[in-house]
């Protein structure tokens, strides 16, 4: 069975920064496209950055410059970097595997003004 699992949520202030991982287990990592996505309240998800297994990212424009996402293929974890951290960042972001389809439970990130 597939499970991705996140971490690394929490409250920042704004400006300031979080790492946010998610480890995968399971055989479907290394020839995954993953990303990471993000639902605030009353808001629909939106995908915020990708990464293909050979390491191309693609970020939503209003993270370009702030977010990173990198990928461990060795250790089945993929990462994302937050940097500058605005309110408007606020939600849950989830850990997707957009071959499968596949979601994580999603870990809070809250950016205090």
């Known amino acids: 069975q597939v499970q991705l699992v996140e971490s690394g949520g929490g409250l920042v202030q704004a400006g300031g920064s979080l790492r946010l991982s998610c480890a995968v287990s399971?055989?479907?990592?290394?020839?995954?496209?993953m990303g990471w996505g993000r639902q605030a309240p009353g808001k629909q998800r939106e995908l915020v950055a990708t990464?293909?297994?050979?390491?191309?990212?693609n970020y939503l424009d209003s993270v370009k410059g702030r977010f990173t996402i990198s990928r461990d293929n060795a250790k089945n974890t993929v990462y994302l970097q937050m940097n500058s951290l605005k309110p408007e960042d606020t939600g849950v972001y989830y850990c997707?595997?957009?071959?499968?389809?596949?979601w994580g439970q999603g870990t809070q990130v809250t950016v205090s003004s």
């Open positions: 997707n595997a957009l071959n499968d389809n596949i």
């Open positions: 399971g055989s479907i990592f290394s020839t995954n496209v």
């Open positions: 990464i293909l297994d050979e390491g191309t990212t």
